[in-house]
């Protein structure tokens, strides 16, 4: 990988999205109104906020960054710009790499907002430091991206890379942990349950709620959730291919 190569990527879609302030409030503002609205739907039950909102800390910039990441990946596609890319000395480990660290430098920002705004403007109380709570919000946006760069190869239109969400996002979004404990569920879901990432996310998402200290579950959850996202980067690294002779 050339890092120099890998910072020119990188720049050039965060040039891109500049000139596209929609895409960038949706990545920014939707996870903190969310998560505002959640606050306020359980105004009356203050203790439910604080059971689901930090679960929920890394599920909505999972969500906006799989949706914002599969689109704008999968317009440079149709676009022919990654045709015209992969004809030049550039290696598919620069390209994919650009993207993930032009998307990754967004997602510490959404992260950090949204993390910010939970915890000390709408009253989040989590036992764990503040810190643990946005390194794996941080992963969770991670993984986010790494899922929509690899799905949108599969996508032959931005209404075809939405609908990867009911595949991808939802049956994770069922079987993580949020509405039940996986311990509870039918044995084969659990069993099920084992293999998605989100799932550790939320699981590292209630170590922080719960311990004052940095356990031996959080640092499996982080860890299994960031080597899911960079497993998935490699696999989108293996798509990008050219399509015409």
Same mark, same amino acid.
Request: proline share 5%.
């Given at each position: 990988?050339?890092?120099?190569?890998?910072?020119?990527?990188?720049?050039?879609?965060?040039?891109?999205?500049?000139?596209?302030?929609?895409?960038?409030?949706?990545?920014?503002?939707?996870?903190?109104?969310?998560?505002?609205?959640?606050?306020?739907?359980?105004?009356?039950?203050?203790?439910?906020?604080?059971?689901?909102?930090?679960?929920?800390?890394?599920?909505?910039?999972?969500?906006?960054?799989?949706?914002?990441?599969?689109?704008?990946?999968?317009?440079?596609?149709?676009?022919?710009?990654?045709?015209?890319?992969?004809?030049?000395?550039?290696?598919?480990?620069?390209?994919?790499?650009?993207?993930?660290?032009?998307?990754?430098?967004?997602?510490?920002?959404?992260?950090?907002? =949204?993390?910010? #705004? &939970?915890?000390?403007? %709408?009253?989040?109380? +989590?036992? $764990?430091?503040?810190? @643990?709570?946005?390194?794996? !919000?941080?992963?969770?946006?991670?993984?986010?991206?790494?899922?929509?760069?690899?799905?949108?190869?599969?996508?032959?239109?931005?209404?075809?890379?939405?609908?990867?969400?009911?595949?991808?996002?939802?049956?994770?979004?069922?079987?993580?942990?949020?509405?039940?404990?996986?311990?509870?569920?039918?044995?084969?879901?659990?069993?099920?349950?084992?293999?998605?990432?989100?799932?550790?996310?939320?699981?590292?998402?209630?170590?922080?709620?719960?311990?004052?200290?940095?356990?031996?579950?959080?640092?499996?959850? =982080?860890?299994? #959730? &960031?080597?899911?996202? %960079?497993?998935?980067? +490699?696999? $989108?690294?293996?798509? @990008?291919?050219?399509?015409? !002779?």
């Amino acid at each position: 990988m050339n890092g120099p190569r890998t910072l020119a990527t990188a720049a050039r879609v965060l040039r891109q999205l500049r000139h596209d302030p929609r895409t960038i409030a949706l990545m920014l503002l939707v996870p903190v109104l969310m998560i505002t609205l959640l606050r306020y739907v359980f105004d009356g039950s203050p203790q439910v906020f604080d059971n689901i909102g930090a679960s929920l800390l890394g599920i909505f910039p999972l969500i906006t960054m799989f949706l914002v990441t599969s689109i704008a990946t999968l317009r440079e596609r149709t676009s022919g710009t990654l045709e015209r890319l992969l004809a030049m000395p550039l290696g598919k480990a620069d390209l994919i790499a650009g993207y993930a660290l032009a998307f990754g430098l967004l997602a510490i920002v959404q992260s950090a907002l =949204a993390t910010g #705004v &939970a915890l000390w403007v %709408l009253g989040l109380d +989590v036992v $764990g430091s503040p810190w @643990l709570l946005l390194l794996v !919000a941080l992963l969770d946006a991670l993984l986010g991206t790494a899922l929509g760069l690899f799905v949108s190869a599969f996508a032959a239109s931005e209404f075809q890379a939405v609908q990867f969400m009911p595949a991808v996002i939802f049956p994770q979004l069922l079987l993580c942990g949020l509405f039940t404990p996986r311990d509870k569920m039918q044995p084969v879901l659990e069993t099920v349950s084992d293999f998605l990432p989100m799932s550790y996310a939320v699981d590292g998402m209630n170590q922080v709620l719960r311990h004052t200290d940095v356990t031996a579950d959080f640092v499996r959850d =982080a860890l299994i #959730v &960031a080597a899911c996202a %960079l497993a998935v980067l +490699v696999l $989108g690294a293996a798509t @990008l291919r050219r399509r015409t !002779a």
